[in-house]
């Protein structure tokens, strides 16, 4: 009996591991890679997110992949450019996302020093598209409203 049992285990775990080798079981590093894109990301620049500021309202963003920790995020729909760090002329780079009452506004260096990621993301009408990854609660402490 009890090498039948063996037989079964190797039966279920041989699989698995070709999967894993072969790359067809993702990682939730991978899906964060597959949701950001392949752009590599932004060092310097400005970046806005319309809405509510709250890691909660991140967190529940439309496309936002939300890892096993509950706060690591992934692919937050923002704008953003290269063209400036000077929050006060984020209004400029609306395209896609104007008619807000309320605007989330940091620069990209700032969000890069608490761990999250920005890389472009152009989408048919907005080429000021952008995805932002990293934990949410550090995001909600830079992207904040403004002015």
């Known amino acids: 009996m009890k090498r039948s049992c063996t037989s079964n285990l190797l039966i279920f775990v041989a699989p698995v591991f070709a999967l894993v080798v072969s790359g067809c079981i993702k990682q939730e590093s991978d899906v964060e890679n597959m949701v950001l894109g392949a752009n590599p990301s932004l060092k310097t620049g400005l970046v806005i ?73 152009p989408i048919k009408g907005n080429s000021e598209h952008c995805l932002l990854s990293g934990k949410a609660s550090k995001i909600a402490g830079k992207l904040t409203k403004y002015p």
């Open 49 to 121: 997110r319309a809405g509510q500021c709250s890691a909660t309202a991140f967190k529940n963003g439309s496309g936002v992949h939300v890892s096993s920790d509950g706060d690591t995020i992934s692919g937050l729909s923002v704008n953003c450019t290269t063209n400036t760090s000077n929050k006060s002329v984020y209004s400029n780079y609306l395209t896609g996302i104007g008619g807000y009452s309320q605007y989330c506004v940091s620069t990209v260096a700032g969000l890069n020093g608490v761990g999250a990621k920005v890389v472009k993301d």
